[in-house]
Nanobody, 123 residues
Framework: VQLQASGGGLAQAGGSLTLSCAAS????????LAWFRQAPGKERDFLAA????????FYAESLAGRFVISTDNAKNMVYLQMNNLKPEDTAVYYC?????????????????WGQGTQVTVSS
C-alpha cells in the first residue's frame, strides 16, 4: 500500500488549496481514507474521513465547514479542499487509510500513511 500526498504550498489567509492523495495497493472498496495534520510541536490532528464511495464522511468539529473531503474511486484519489485558510492551518498534512467500513478520528487506527505535504498560510 502506498499513499502519496501532494498539493501543499504557500497560501494567503482567506485563500484556498486542494490537496490530493494518490492511493495504490488498496484492494477492494473496504477502506476508510482520512486526512490528518500536524503542526510543529503538536500532536497529529484528525481532519476528515470518508469511504471510497463518498459515504461515512465526517469532519473534525473545529474545521467549521471550511474543509471538504472527496474521493474518486476510479482514479484511486482522495482530495481535501481547504477554504478560508487561516495561519493556524499551517502544518504538514497527511493522508491515511485503514481497512474497514467505519470512519475513525484516531490516528492509531490507520495503518497506512502518506509522506505528508507542507501547507503554509501567511497572514
Amino acid at each position: 500500500v502506498q499513499l502519496q500526498a501532494s498539493g501543499g504550498g504557500l497560501a494567503q489567509a482567506g485563500g484556498s488549496l486542494t490537496l490530493s492523495c494518490a492511493a495504490s495497493g488498496l484492494t477492494g472498496d473496504t477502506y476508510i481514507l482520512a486526512w490528518f495534520r500536524q503542526a510543529p510541536g503538536k500532536e497529529r490532528d484528525f481532519l476528515a474521513a470518508s469511504d471510497w464511495n463518498g459515504g461515512g464522511i465526517f469532519y473534525a468539529e473545529s474545521l467549521a465547514g471550511r474543509f471538504v473531503i472527496s474521493t474518486d474511486n476510479a482514479k484511486n484519489m482522495v482530495y481535501l479542499q481547504m477554504n478560508n485558510l487561516k495561519p493556524e492551518d499551517t502544518a504538514v498534512y497527511y493522508c491515511a487509510a485503514r481497512y474497514g467500513v467505519t470512519s475513525s478520528m484516531w490516528a492509531y487506527e490507520y495503518a497506512y500513511w502518506g509522506q505528508g505535504t507542507q501547507v503554509t498560510v501567511s497572514s
